[in-house]
């Protein structure tokens, strides 16, 4: 199982960016899939998260209303649209999935089976 994470980058507060995660070895439309986050020196955040086994999906309050997740079956990636990005939104960003995760409430799980490397996002105020 591989993912790769992409689409990273420099944005102005604001702005938009999309990350995509294309996924081989695994079916993601079939598993639990989420996106996590980390800054330097602090705790990996889950920030958007779903599972198709219970329909539920998580998102960090701080991501709220900002930020989605979605998946497309036919080029199996996942994605992450982030809009109205704001400086404290900087960090590396990963993906991840599980086959064995059913529900993503009351939170991304942190023990994903599969994980991407990172995409860094710099949000520039």
């Known amino acids: 199982v591989q993912l790769q994470a992409s689409g990273g980058g420099l944005a102005q507060s604001g702005g938009s960016l999309r990350l995509s995660c294309a996924a081989s070895g695994i079916e993601l439309d079939r598993y639990a899939i989420g996106w996590f986050r980390q800054i330097p020196g602090k705790e990996r955040e889950g920030v958007s998260c779903?599972?198709?086994?219970?329909?539920?999906?998580y998102n960090a309050d701080s991501v709220k209303g900002r930020f989605t997740i979605s998946r497309d079956k036919t080029k199996n990636t996942m994605y992450l649209q982030m809009n109205n990005l704001e400086p404290e939104d900087t960090a590396v960003y990963y993906c991840a999935t599980d086959p064995w995760v059913r529900t993503v409430i009351p939170g991304c799980p942190q023990g994903m089976d599969y994980w991407g490397k990172g995409t860094l996002v710099t949000v520039s105020s």
């Open positions: 779903f599972s198709p086994i219970d329909g539920s999906t």
